[in-house]
C-alpha cells in the first residue's frame, strides 16, 4: 500500500515539474500582441456603400510622368470617379507617407489641427504616423484635437481611398481652419519639409466652388484656374466659398511644388456636381484634380 501511495507521489511530482517546464517554456517564447491603438470610426462611407463606388467607377486614362510632389482632390464623395482617378494615379508610385491637408469646416479649435489616432476605414485600418505627428504638436506647429478630427470629412472622407489604393502608407492628417494666412502655411511646410522625401506625397484636399448653378460654377472655376496657374496667392487667400473652400490648404501644395522649383501642374480633371447629376439649377459643388510632378 505505501508503495503504491509512493508511486502515486513521484507520479504527481513528475507531471507538476514537466508541466511547469512547458509553461515556462510557453512564457519564454511568447510575445504581447502590439498594443491596440485608438482609431477613429469611420463615419463618412459605409462597406458596402464604398465597394459600390469602386465598382461603378468609370475607366479613366489619365497618365501622369514622373513622381507626384504633391496634388489637389476633393473630398466630396459625389466627385468619387475623380477620387478614385486620382489615387489610381497616385498607387503607381507607392508612396509610404500622405501628408494630407483639409479645410477645418466646422472653424473649432486651433487654426491648425491634427491628430494621434488610426482611422478605422472600411478597406482596412489607416496608420497615422504618430512621430511625426507627434512632432508638429511638440513644435506647437499644430494642435492635437482628437474629437474635432474625428468629424471632418476633409481628411476622413479620403482615408479608405488611401487605405484601398495605396494600403501601406501612413498619413499625416492636418486641417486648417479658413482665415489662415501664407505665412502660416510656410511655417507648416518649414516644419513638415524634412520628411517629405521622395517617398512622400503632400495632398491638400479641398473642394471648390459651392451653392452656384452648374454655369455659374463654371465661370468660377475659370477665374480660380487662371489664379492656379499664376501661382497668384494675393488672390486665392481673398476668394471665399464661391471660388474655393480652403486657399491655404490649396496653397500647401502649390507652395511645397515652388519649393521643388516646380511651376505647372498637370490638371487630371474639373467639373461640377450639376455636370454629374445633370442638373442645370441645384446648388453645386465644382472640383479639381491636379497633380504637381518632378523626373525621378
Keep these: 500500500m505505501r508503495k503504491k501511495i509512493f508511486v502515486l507521489i513521484v507520479l504527481v511530482v513528475f507531471l507538476v515539474v514537466i508541466t511547469g517546464c512547458q509553461k515556462k517554456k510557453q512564457a519564454e517564447n511568447y510575445s504581447p500582441p502590439e498594443a491596440i491603438r485608438p482609431t477613429h470610426a469611420s463615419i463618412f462611407i459605409s462597406k458596402n456603400d464604398f465597394y459600390d463606388l469602386l465598382a461603378k467607377r468609370e475607366s479613366s486614362n489619365s497618365q501622369v510622368e514622373g513622381r507626384v510632389v504633391s496634388g489637389i482632390v476633393p473630398h466630396h464623395l459625389l466627385a468619387s470617379n475623380m477620387i478614385i482617378d486620382f489615387f489610381n494615379v497616385l498607387a503607381k508610385q507607392k508612396p509610404s507617407l500622405v501628408i494630407l491637408i483639409g479645410p477645418n469646416h466646422y472653424q473649432k479649435g486651433n487654426r491648425i489641427s491634427s491628430s494621434l489616432y488610426d482611422w478605422q476605414t472600411p478597406a482596412g485600418v489607416v496608420q497615422v504616423n504618430q512621430d511625426i505627428c507627434q512632432d508638429l504638436i511638440s513644435q506647437g506647429i499644430v494642435a492635437k484635437d482628437e474629437p474635432l478630427l474625428a468629424e471632418e470629412h476633409s481628411v476622413g472622407a479620403l482615408m479608405p ?44 484636399s479641398v473642394d471648390f466652388s459651392h451653392y452656384l448653378t452648374r454655369s455659374e460654377a463654371q465661370l468660377k472655376d475659370q477665374i480660380t484656374l487662371q489664379a492656379m496657374e499664376k501661382f497668384d496667392y494675393t488672390a486665392l487667400f481673398k ?23 516646380i511651376k505647372k501642374f498637370h490638371l487630371l480633371d474639373n467639373t461640377n456636381s450639376g455636370i454629374i447629376m445633370r442638373n442645370e439649377v441645384m446648388e453645386t459643388t465644382s472640383y479639381f484634380t491636379l497633380v504637381f510632378t518632378e523626373q525621378e
Excluded at 186 to 198: F, S
Excluded at 242 to 256: E, Q, T, V, Y
Design 161 to 204: 481611398f488611401i487605405k484601398y489604393f495605396i494600403p501601406e502608407a501612413k498619413v499625416v492628417p492636418i486641417i486648417i481652419q479658413h482665415g489662415a494666412t501664407l505665412q502660416e502655411v510656410d511655417e507648416l511646410l518649414d516644419a513638415i519639409e524634412p520628411y517629405l522625401d521622395e517617398d512622400a506625397v503632400l495632398l491638400a
Design 239 to 261: 476668394m471665399g466659398d464661391d471660388h474655393l473652400d480652403s486657399p491655404a490648404s490649396l496653397a500647401c501644395s502649390f507652395r511645397w511644388a515652388e519649393r521643388r522649383g
